[in-house]
């Protein structure tokens, strides 16, 4: 489990980068625009770049922190074992099955997207679209070792 925490440490502390880079990035932009009348098209590709793997990231980050969104409806009235089990059940037969999914259908796409190395869809924009597009094999495959995590660890776990 250490090596988990120290993971999505690194990948929260993308994630705060990458929040910054757009705010940042789009306030440039606006400004620009707006007061110079000029812009550029390369922080554009930046801002959507950043945008885009940080929505996939956070996915994760999320997720880790259990903070995603939930319909918990009667969540608050049931035990903490109800709900452990209503954990255990969602991780095995929804996070699981849905990110092993993404998974395995990201794959060619990013693969693809490596072999000709893709860059932005503008003509001038900015290359390294196929890193961005790496974000969705990363988030599935954080979350896929997460609720193995969390499988593994509830199994291993004592009654009490």
């Not at 929505?55 to 903070?67: H, P």
């Amino acid at each position: 489990m250490f090596l988990i925490r120290v993971v999505f440490s690194g990948v929260r502390r993308i994630c705060m980068l990458l929040a910054v880079i757009v705010f940042l990035g789009q306030l440039s932009m606006v400004l620009m625009r707006y007061l110079l009348g000029f812009g550029f098209l390369e922080i554009q590709d930046a801002v959507n770049y950043a945008f885009a793997s940080l929505v996939a990231l956070s996915v994760a980050v999320s997720f880790e922190a259990d903070k995603h969104v939930r319909v918990d409806v009667v969540r608050q009235r049931l035990t903490e074992t109800a709900n452990r089990r209503i954990d255990f059940l969602g991780d095995l037969a929804l996070a699981l099955p849905v990110f092993v999914i993404m998974l395995w259908m990201a794959y060619p796409l990013v693969r693809s997207s490596w072999a000709i190395f893709e860059g932005s869809p503008e003509t001038g924009g900015l290359p390294g679209l196929f890193l961005v597009k790496t974000c969705l094999l990363i988030l599935p495959a954080l979350v896929v070792w997460l609720t193995l995590a969390r499988l593994i660890g509830i199994f291993r776990r004592k009654p009490s």
